[in-house]
T-cell receptor
Framework: AQSVTQPDIHITVSEGASLELRCNYS??????LFWYVQSPGQGLQLLLK??????LVQGIKGFEAEFKRSQSSFNLRKPSVHWSDAAEYFC????????????FGAGTILRVKS | DADVTQTPRNRITKTGKRIMLECSQT?????MYWYRQDPGLGLRLIYY???????NKGEISDGYSVSRQAQAKFSLSLESAIPNQTALYFC???????????FGPGTRLTVL
């Protein structure tokens, strides 16, 4: 069965520091991969997605993610975190057909300290 | 105006009551979904619909039912609410191309 693991429940980083949120997936076929962000009291917003091609994908708000098939990973990165990035981040794998059914990880809560 | 709207945004109800959560979208997408979110568990799929005549159970459909009244409307019902259905419920839509799902603002449901 498909699954997504986000090993870090909480992460705290200083404003201006770099960020990496980890995501590992289990899926037998070529995955559709997504990162979403949820600000407090809000719905989920799509940050970026990977279907095929270049394994480094760029998203909104200065985020990027790298797909590593050999490690079954899709880690999210940002070179310099802003206080407004404090939120919960969810990694998801899209299963057939065409990645339309999403299986989510449990989420990582990002705290930004000034 | 928001592309995906959910009503109500907050609801408190009692055990045994029937409740309906509604979702409307203006994105023109055929595919619609209902999820629930619980702390530490992420989002779990309850039901999904790939078009008006297609309804499918998701991971946790027990205790829930849905109705796809039109392309733009997808409702979730709890026939007899119980306290462990207290959660944040999200509706989402997508197009067939797998471009990702677009989420509504959520409905916070509390069952006493």
């Amino acid at each position: 069965a498909q699954s997504v693991t986000q090993p870090d429940i909480h992460i705290t980083v200083s404003e201006g520091a770099s960020l990496e949120l980890r995501c590992n997936y289990s899926y037998g076929a070529t995955p559709y991969l997504f990162w979403y962000v949820q600000s407090p009291g809000q719905g989920l917003q799509l940050l970026l997605k990977y279907f095929s091609g270049d394994t480094l994908v760029q998203g909104i708000k200065g985020f990027e993610a790298e797909f590593k098939r050999s490690q079954s990973s899709f880690n999210l990165r940002k070179p310099s975190v802003h206080w407004s990035d404090a939120a919960e981040y969810f990694c998801a794998v899209g299963v057939a057909p065409y990645g339309n059914k999403l299986v989510f990880g449990a989420g990582t809560i990002l705290r930004v300290k000034s | 105006d928001a592309d995906v709207t959910q009503t109500p945004r907050n609801r408190i109800t009692k055990t045994g009551k029937r409740i309906m959560l509604e979702c409307s979208q203006t994105k023109g997408h055929d595919r619609m979904y209902w999820y629930r979110q619980d702390p530490g568990l992420g989002l779990r799929l309850i039901y999904y619909s790939f078009d008006v005549k297609d309804i499918n159970k998701g991971e946790i459909s027990d205790g829930y039912s849905v109705s796809r009244q039109a392309q733009a409307k997808f409702s979730l019902s709890l026939e007899s609410a119980i306290p462990n259905q207290t959660a944040l419920y999200f509706c989402a839509t997508s197009d067939p191309g797998g471009g990702g799902q677009f989420f509504g603002p959520g409905t916070r449901l509390t069952v006493l």
